[in-house]
């Protein structure tokens, strides 16, 4: 191999952070420019072979599987082996095109084969239309192409090959894409003995090509050699950031782009790419499937498109999923500041790559920190030489780049003083006051980049359109959108009424035959849509036809000012995309009857049309080369016809498609909406069992075995999670006055911007506790870090606390109830962490682990009787909400722990908690929305039936009991109720506002929510219990096994005798002082505007139970309800005590 090369580069110039410098399996490779990329590869092989590259998850287990650097050099070798075999000439320019739907493994091993057999290769992308990369085919004289053996790359490539001959051009043999797993395992005895060294080439000397998305008419082959590449490789070096062993996201991230390539190469700083499952027929990445990822390779960096952030940004859930990324990185195109300035505010650490095909990685790559409100502004990393080019009528520069010891542009196109340099066309705006950060302001060539991090280049397409007779001007939009639309200016000899929707209709069936020949030239990105058939105003809605009041304007030299017709055009433009986001469909007429038959034969109608193409009823469209334009018209199609039929659509989502994604799923799932007795509920809770029964066994297999070494400890050590929330700040300033309890571990997340210590600081204060509780000899805050290993804590920290702990009270759980089962799922991680955590002990007894569980798990409950303190092991009852379900998984594991080794864990489901003893109560939760819409609609709902809220202080001292409890479930609830009205009579009182009945408030709210004066958005925001007026409206149970606003009851017995907190004398019912005390603190949050509450009269509460523990009711930890139907439901702004 080359363990010759010194194991450290010598240090270049602005060089200033190594990378791996404390890792114990990755070894600095020499990327000074001594070495060539594949030489790279091989001293990394040889000098770190058991460092990963590449991590992804199982499709099938679901297991995390690591490729090491030893095991894709052997993949790279066979795979050259391979690529020799076809005896492609080794004169000549050696290229050889790669056209394929594959996934990053397959395509980065065959990428750095055809290095290593000694060739250049060239990925092509496949959204490229068959006329351009026939172009690109006969400009970079290719004569071999790697093909997937897909539908669409196949069919591709013939329609290519023909153009290509067509035009005169050379001979190329199609060969079948090897994918990794035809070259995965083992090495045959002596086979790694038998590879040899790469040989060297100079720097200079081609390593692969890439193209650009094509300035000017077709895409253009872009030359990398190995010098760049070498550069490529070590921009990290110059950012801040030691990214060794931080699993870097490039699952959205295409293997034809220059980014793509640049973020695989980061792996040779050490860092992990994470990827999908490598499989011939690769996932087509979604919003979903990259969020689901994020969560389960626990990415540090993740790299997406502004399309996906986009998505992201409307689902809490996914944004909650984002936070514990290092950085979030978008490049490829521009991000709405809207959607940017959203996720920065939520605490996502947002930040832009300038990926330049022809200079690389031009921006500082993963700088240690962006303020949130500078996530759309970067400096220009040291390597670079850069200077902005001034602009005419604008505070534009345009970035140019001279080459300069440490970096070379792939391109020379101008000079710059005299010298060779790279001019971008890329406009960059300064910061304002912040000198050397630079934000992106558009094209000087005018090229549109869309949201999916496509570009299209509108002057040919203007051009095609605007030679038609009856067009007297185009121009393209799309900006930071998923589409491009253009503004035709109709001939002025027409005269024509653009006001009159029949006249509109007939010209732009005129004009469609150059827009269709636009089409034909464009690649598939960049194709205006238009239906046939559809209402004349509805035509061609990305086709907007100027007006005589708003005309083109024109420079001195005849050319349209493309920018100011578009801002002129910006209202119109706006409707454009509204209007196509509720309505883009085709005109395949609905069946006149819907069943089985005819929804199939619709379907696939639809399908076909959209694609222009036909395809069997079992395949997957995406393979077939649909995207997500095509997806989206699809989609709309059928909820479009099926709205006109009569039938509800609502629960059709945005990923109804991705979900659904063969013509036969997709008419199965269609007639689902039609007759949802073809689908039964009984189904699809059977389908919701198998899959909680598969995680139950999943995370409860082999469960290690206790080996007690030590004596019995003379003091308890208590392990603890989500200390920082309010549950959980209450129990630790009650544990630091325990005098049995002489060591107390709080185990949290890293938190964005606050240290640990400062986060548990502000939570005491906000509870009312002091500050000083932090300071105490017992209290070692652990900020845990996943990197690390089991429970994200350094080897030494473990062994400290497995070696001495004594109990584990683990309360922090993610409450969202938006999410799927399957977004929990590495919560279930952690709590099998714990458990062989408390296994491991030397201890004569394991720690008793406390599980802090939910009301939640009855989400399909639908019982006489109040819930009992006991196991549930049928898991039909917990189906409703992922939230709900995700706890009774976590039981049941637990369940089969205690069965199974000598763990005695402890389940309290948690009920209602109210506030903490300074009145403390989440202003977020749905209690305190209720009580605020009492002052927006002048009254508060009146109720008869019981609540049994639990004051969080007495929470937390009955969850420290249970520790030592008897049983294994217990319910944590108020065991003495009191009426609704007897703690709704103070705060109405307090607010000056009468209690009324339920249904007359509701109608307030309705009225509230109506109220012409203000938007939804803007009543939501004053009377935030509108969010939830949709559980309001479906009205509640009210059977006798339900107490207020329908929760259900739960039996609180074994938790009384359990924890004397809990003891009739020790625990006061809920009364007067509990309101008043949340009134005070939700007003001194801004929650209430009431300055001055009003006389509030003694109110005796009765417990309406015999005084014997009640069995009573409460919703779970972060507010759940009870609709009719028995599911817990909820919404995601509820957050959590817990956390």
Not at 10 to 36: E, H, I, N
Not at 584 to 611: F, G, I, N, Q
Not at 763 to 792: C, F, H, M, Q, W
């Amino acid at each position: 191999m080359v363990n010759h090369l010194p194991p450290y580069p010598k240090v270049l110039p602005g060089w200033y952070t190594r990378q791996g410098a404390t890792s114990k399996t990755f070894v600095t490779p020499p990327v000074d420019g001594t070495v060539t990329a594949p030489e790279l590869w091989d001293f990394l092989a040889t000098n770190a072979p058991t460092h990963p590259y590449f991590i992804y998850e199982d499709n099938d287990t679901h297991e995390l599987v690591t490729i090491d650097w030893k095991q894709v050099r052997l993949a790279t070798h066979r795979t050259a082996e391979i690529v020799k075999s076809y005896n492609v000439p080794t004169d000549g320019t050696k290229v050889i095109g790669i056209l394929a739907l594959a996934d990053t493994v397959s395509t980065f091993i065959l990428i750095h084969a055809i290095m290593r057999a000694g060739y250049v290769p060239f990925p092509l992308s496949p959204r490229n239309s068959p006329s351009a990369i026939a172009h690109l085919l006969k400009q970079a004289k290719v004569t071999h192409l790697f093909v997937s053996e897909d539908p669409s790359m196949q069919g591709l490539s013939k329609g290519s090959l023909k153009v290509l001959l067509g035009q005169g051009g050379q001979e190329v043999e199609r060969l079948p894409m090897p994918f990794y797993f035809d070259v995965a395992g083992p090495a045959a005895p002596g086979e790694e003995e038998s590879i040899v060294p790469v040989a060297h080439a100079e720097l200079d000397s081609p390593g692969l090509i890439l193209h650009s998305s094509g300035s000017t008419s077709f895409p253009k082959p872009i030359h990398i050699t190995q010098r760049m590449l070498v550069e490529w490789m070590r921009i990290q070096y110059y950012g801040e950031v030691d990214l060794a062993h931080a699993v870097i996201g490039g699952v959205a991230l295409p293997m034809f782009h220059a980014l793509g390539v640049i973020v695989s190469l980061s792996m040779v700083r050490g860092a992990v790419l994470g990827v999908f499952h490598p499989v011939r027929q690769p996932a087509f990445p979604t919003p979903d499937r990259v969020i689901h990822a994020v969560t389960a390779l626990k990415m540090e960096i993740l790299f997406a498109i502004p399309v996906f952030l986009e998505a992201w940004s409307h689902n809490p859930a996914y944004v909650e999923a984002l936070k514990p990324c290092r950085a979030v990185v978008f490049s490829g195109g521009p991000l709405s500041k809207v959607v940017g300035d959203a996720l920065a505010a939520e605490g996502i650490h947002l930040m832009q790559v300038l990926g330049i095909t022809e200079v690389g990685c031009a921006n500082v790559y993963i700088p240690s920190y962006v303020e949130p409100t500078l996530w759309e502004y970067f400096k220009f990393g040291d390597q670079f030489h850069v200077v902005m080019e001034p602009q005419a009528d604008t505070d534009a520069v345009e970035l140019r780049v001279l080459p300069c010891a440490t970096h070379t542009p792939a391109v020379i196109n101008c000079k710059i003083d005299g010298k060779d340099g790279y001019a971008t066309n890329d406009l960059m705006m300064e910061h304002p006051t912040k000198k050397g950060y630079y934000k992106v302001f558009g094209r000087a060539d005018d090229q549109i980049m869309l949201s999916t991090g496509e570009k299209t280049n509108p002057g040919p397409i203007e051009a095609i359109i605007a030679k038609d007779p009856l067009v007297d001007g185009a121009v393209l939009f799309g900006r930071g959108k998923t589409q491009n639309g253009v503004i035709v200016q109709p001939a002025a000899r027409l005269g024509l009424d653009v006001s009159d929707p029949t006249k509109v209709g007939h010209y732009l069936d005129s004009i469609w035959p150059s827009v269709k020949l636009a089409n034909d030239y464009a690649p598939a990105h960049s194709r205006l849509f238009r239906e046939v058939n559809l209402t004349q105003w509805y035509i061609l809605q990305m086709v907007i036809l100027a007006k005589p009041t708003k005309p083109f304007t024109f420079t001195g030299k005849g050319s349209i000012r493309k920018r100011a017709v578009v801002e002129e055009y910006t209202e119109e433009i706006d409707a454009a995309y509204a209007a196509l986001e509720a309505g883009t469909s085709t005109d395949v007429e609905a069946p006149a009857t819907w069943d089985k038959e005819s929804t199939l034969d619709y379907v696939r109608k639809v399908v076909h049309k959209v694609m222009e193409a036909k395809v069997e009823d079992g395949d997957d469209i995406f393979q077939h080369g649909s995207d997500s334009l095509q997806s989206t018209v699809i989609r709309n199609s059928i909820v479009n016809k099926l709205t006109a039929s009569g039938y509800a659509t609502t629960t059709i989502g945005a990923n109804f498609i991705y979900e659904n994604p063969s013509v036969a799923q997709l008419a199965v799932a269609t007639y689902a909406i039609i007759d949802p007795s073809s689908y039964s509920a009984a189904d699809k809770v059977a389908a919701k069992v198998a899959e909680l029964e598969a995680l139950v066994a999943k995370y409860s297999a082999d469960f290690p075995v206790h080996t007690p070494t030590a004596s019995a400890p003379t003091s308890e050590v208590i392990v603890m999670t989500g200390s920082t929330g309010a549950l959980g700040t209450t129990m630790l300033a009650q544990l630091v006055n325990n005098p049995s309890v002489s060591k107390i571990y709080a185990l949290n997340r890293k938190g964005a911007g606050k240290t640990l210590k400062q986060r548990q600081v502000a939570s005491l204060i906000d509870r009312g506790y002091d500050a000083t509780v932090v300071s105490s000899s017992k209290v070692v805050l652990v900020e845990t870090d996943a990197k690390n290993g089991p429970l994200g804590l350094t080897p030494a920290v473990y062994d400290e606390i497995r070696s001495s702990a004594t109990s584990i009270l683990h309360t922090a759980w993610r409450v969202d109830f938006n999410l799927s089962l399957s977004t929990f799922e590495p919560l279930f991680g952690g709590l099998r962490e714990l458990v062989d955590l408390a296994l491991k002990s030397p201890l004569p007894t394991p720690p008793r682990l406390l599980f802090a569980s939910s009301l939640s798990i009855f989400g399909n409950w639908h019982s006489k009787t109040p819930a009992a303190e006991t196991p549930i092991a049928d898991a039909t009852i917990a189906v409703g909400s992922g939230y709900g379900e995700s706890k009774w998984v976590a039981e049941r594991v637990l369940a089969n722990a205690a069965e199974k080794t000598p763990l005695r864990p402890v389940i309290a489901r948690i009920g209602q908690l109210s506030g903490g003893k300074n009145g403390s109560w989440n202003t977020a939760e749905w209690i305190p929305a209720i009580v605020r819409s009492g002052e927006v609609v002048g009254g508060l709902p009146a109720s008869d039936d019981d609540i049994s809220w639990l004051p969080l202080q007495t929470a937390a001292s009955a969850i420290i009991d249970f520790r030592k409890a008897e049983t294994g479930t217990v319910h944590l609830a108020h065991p003495y109720p009191v009426a609704w009205n007897a703690v709704f009579g103070p705060i109405a009182q307090a607010l000056n506002v009468p209690l009324i009945p339920y249904n007359d408030w509701l109608a307030r709210l309705e009225a509230d929510l109506k109220n012409p004066a203000h938007t939804e958005v803007e009543a939501a925001t004053a009377n935030p219990v509108l969010r939830l007026i949709d559980m309001f409206r479906a009205g509640f149970d009210t059977t006798e096994a339900r107490e207020a606003m329908g929760v259900p009851k739960l039996q609180t017995t074994q938790a009384v005798k359990a924890s004397p907190a809990l003891a009739r004398g020790t625990l006061a019912p809920l009364g007067k002082n509990d309101a008043l005390g949340w009134l005070h603190y939700w007003q001194s949050k801004g929650l209430l505007q009431t300055k001055q509450f009003g006389e509030v009269k003694e109110t005796t509460p009765s417990a309406t139970s015999s005084g014997e523990p009640s069995t009573s009711w409460a919703s779970s930890v972060g507010s759940s309800l009870v609709i009719a139907a028995g599911a817990v439901v909820g919404a995601s702004f509820l957050l959590s005590l817990l956390e």
